[in-house]
């Protein structure tokens, strides 16, 4: 038997327009993250090379992790046995875990891009901006993505001379 094990990113969360999003480093078996490393804060990534900052570990982004992988193993898990049920001809036990199979899974995809897991805050992208020692432009973009600021406000803000 092969075991396959070691460490991948898992999680994405916090995304923050035209800056990065925060994930976290699992230790993983058979690719499902099992244990929580650490968290990032990430610019770009390039398979396990990440360009970003380390920040304390994230539960939104390990629940998250945990929550995908459960969804997915639930789902196909579900769609297997909902095919045994209806090669048996259970027709209605099968037609429920499709069904259960199938919310698993549009449940999974939400979770890919409802507001609440993929998007940060602007407290959050504020906190990620300074984890990862963004300059006062790079914070400016920040304010602007998050309409706390007009661009034209942030391009004075940056005529202006430090003081």
Known sequence: ???IWGSR??????????????ATRFFHLWYLPLIPMESFAIISQ??????????????KSIITAWLRTVLLLGGATCGIVAAVLFSE?????????????????ALYFLTRRAKFFHSASYE????????????????LLIDVAYGRMTAAEAEQALDQPAG
């Open 1 to 3: 038997m092969i075991i």
């Open 9 to 22: 990113i898992c999680g994405d969360v916090d995304h923050v327009p035209q800056i990065g999003h925060v």
């Open 124 to 139: 959050r992208a504020r906190q990620i901006g300074q984890h990862l020692g963004l300059n006062t432009e790079a914070m």
């Open 46 to 59: 390039s398979g396990d090379q990440i360009h970003g900052a380390r920040i304390p570990l994230s539960g």
């Open 89 to 105: 001809r259970d027709f209605l036990g099968g037609a429920f875990l499709s069904g259960t199979a199938l919310a698993a899974l």
